[in-house]
């Protein structure tokens, strides 16, 4: 069982940056894949960066040269650094782990976090 919390959120003007950063707790000996999703006010929910357990990487193309996605296995933290922010990326963002694999079109994962609120101003 893992246990995922996020943090980092908050809210920012367009062009700005923020950091969201993700703490796994529990199970943390095998090897799973991590990704951040979000979802915005009357919308579902999509990937946005994903993270194989070999570090391999892949983006939604509204993201893609924005934001960039790493993991620090020593502390057992997801992060997702988000520049150029734009009014469109206002989202609830959520962390989740899958022990077999993330992918950037599926919200079919093992365990989610209760999510970061990231908000965009023009």
């Known amino acids: 069982q893992l246990q995922l919390v996020e943090s980092g959120g908050g809210s920012v003007q367009a062009g700005g940056s923020l950091r969201l950063s993700c703490a796994v707790s529990?199970?943390?000996?095998?090897?799973?894949?991590m990704g951040w999703f979000r979802q915005a006010p009357g919308k579902d929910r999509e990937g946005v960066a994903v993270?194989?357990?070999?570090?391999?990487?892949n983006y939604a193309d509204s993201v893609k040269g924005r934001f960039t996605i790493s993991k620090d296995n020593a502390k057992n933290t997801l992060y997702l650094e988000m520049n150029s922010l734009k009014p469109e990326d206002t989202a609830m963002y959520y962390c989740a782990a899958d022990l077999a694999e993330a992918r950037i079109d599926s919200i079919s994962m093992d365990y989610w976090g209760k999510g970061a609120l990231v908000t965009i101003s023009s």
């Open positions: 993270i194989d357990s070999h570090g391999s990487t």
């Open positions: 529990g199970y943390t000996y095998g090897s799973y894949s």
